[in-house]
């Protein structure tokens, strides 16, 4: 700036602490208003400034709090509704279910369980449930290979459905499974042991003891016969669940 001005131009409407006056013969104690050219005491400017700055920090040390209160809720709503729109295709049980049996039939097995877990959850009291948890137990174990959701299946499947006419058969899967496939024989003597606590008559009963005795051995040449279809898919299905 010439003429002895210096400094850089203030902003509209404010004081410029930077400009001297002194050329003027004005105090050094005031300055010139940068839009109407006005003397102000250098005080006047100090104080609108510093006003102006509070004013401009109040947003900012309440934009602090509540971003950390509103961003996280706002995530996690955002993530639920996505999850909610994305496992709710609005299909029916028997419609659901048709689907799976459909994608079994054809070999898309991840798309079978995904149809099945979702009758699971949403319409857990239906009989098309109860099948769909049994299947999705075969499918995991036989299909994809899955062990460990295969076990998780059959479990849920016992405590949703305890007395399912096929609960038997999905507790004595979970000790098969334990000791033949993971190898984890305390939990398999724990599964067999509560089977026959809970099935002592069960037609499964004596391959739970024939597994208790021989847990650890090789399951090709010590398998009980009894045991030899359970894994099948032609197996019979829980009641009340029909392909249309």
Known sequence: MGNGVRGTPAKAGGY??????????????LCICARSGRVAPKEAFRRSAAERIGMARIP???AGPMRRLLSPMKYVFLLAAAAFLQCCSGKSDVTLYQEG????????FQLAVDRYEEII???QQ?????????????????DLHDVQKSIASYRKFCTLYPKSKEAPTALFLCGFLFNNELH???????????????????????????????LGKEPGSQLSPDTTSLTSKNSSEPSGATTK
Do not use: C, M, W
């Not at 049996?101 to 898309?108: K, L, Q, V």
């Open 16 to 29: 410029s602490p930077g400009i001297s006056v002194q050329k003027f013969g004005l105090a050094p104690t």
């Open 60 to 62: 900012l040390l309440l």
């Open 101 to 108: 049996r459909n994608a079994e039939d054809s070999g898309n």
């Open 121 to 123: 959850n949403r319409f």
């Open 126 to 142: 239906s009989a098309y449930a109860e099948s769909s948890l049994y299947r999705a137990g075969l499918i995991y174990n036989n």
């Open 184 to 214: 984890q024989l305390d939990s398999a003597k724990h599964v067999y042991e509560s089977f026959l606590q809970k099935y002592p008559s069960h037609e499964l009963a004596a391959s739970a003891r024939f597994e208790l005795e021989t």
